[in-house]
């Protein structure tokens, strides 16, 4: 069984402070998608990133896929109270022949 | 219109009773999963169809069982509820198509407690 680990679990920074998600396993993935559930809705989709060492940006948000593909991360710059919720990351082992495995998830809270 | 719906929203019942919850989509796809979430931690996969015919278990099945009705229809059945059950249970679907990545789309969630 592969496992996603998302570190850390919890997470209560300032506005305008600067933060990193961490999301590692010891399984290749083929591709590895991050996800944001806000209070009272299901997950949604942020980005999917398919390529080692890949790094896309969604705004003020930098997502990275390690060389190894094994492992992902997630910085915030500048948080603002918006960007509370749980970030999910999920791992796609097989180029979509197979279900995804989700982390454990990171819950963020941005103090106003 | 939501593409993925999911009835009841909320649902309080008691210890031994059986309940069904329902999942519909109009996204046409043919992939649709449950997953239990309880409060501050991630989704536990519970089952998953790939197609009409296809049913398989998630890594906590035990206690639940499934019905895929049609491509648009994934019901989620508890014979006989205990407490522990108590959860946020969501509904999502999937089609990896040619990008050879697959995307979930999730429903609003039902929240269910047993007493």
């Known amino acids: 069984t592969q496992l996603l680990e998302q570190s850390p679990q919890f997470l209560s920074i300032q506005e305008g402070e600067n933060l990193t998600v961490y999301c590692n396993s010891s399984?290749?993935?083929?591709?590895l998608q991050w996800y944001r559930q806000e209070p009272g809705e299901g997950p949604v989709l942020l980005v999917t990133?398919?390529?080692?060492?890949e790094v896309k940006k969604l705004k003020r948000l930098t997502f990275q896929f390690g060389d190894a593909r094994k492992d992902s991360s997630l910085h915030i710059t500048a948080a603002q109270p918006g960007d509370t919720g749980l970030y999910l990351c999920?791992?796609?082992?097989?180029?979509?022949?197979?279900?995804?495995?989700f982390g454990t998830g990171t819950r963020l809270t941005i103090i106003p | 219109d939501a593409d993925v719906t999911q009835t009841p929203r909320n649902r309080i019942t008691k210890t031994g009773k059986r309940i069904m919850l329902e999942c519909s989509q109009t996204?046409?796809?043919?992939?649709m999963y449950w997953y239990r979430q309880d409060p501050g931690l991630g989704l536990r996969l519970i089952y998953y169809?790939?197609?009409?015919?296809?049913?398989n278990k998630g890594e906590i099945s035990d206690g639940y069982s499934v019905s895929r009705q049609a491509q648009a229809k994934f019901s989620l059945s508890l014979e006989s509820a205990i407490p522990n059950q108590t959860a946020l249970y969501f509904c999502?679907?999937?089609?990896?198509?040619?990008?050879?990545?697959?995307?979930?789309?999730f429903g609003p969630g039902t929240r269910l407690t047993v007493l």
């Open positions: 169809s790939f197609d009409v015919k296809d049913i």
């Open positions: 990133v398919v390529t080692g060492g």
């Open positions: 996204k046409g796809h043919d992939r």
């Open positions: 399984s290749v993935f083929s591709s």
């Open positions: 999502a679907t999937s089609d990896p198509g040619t990008m050879s990545t697959d995307t979930q789309y």
């Open positions: 999920a791992g796609d082992p097989n180029f979509g022949n197979e279900k995804l495995t």
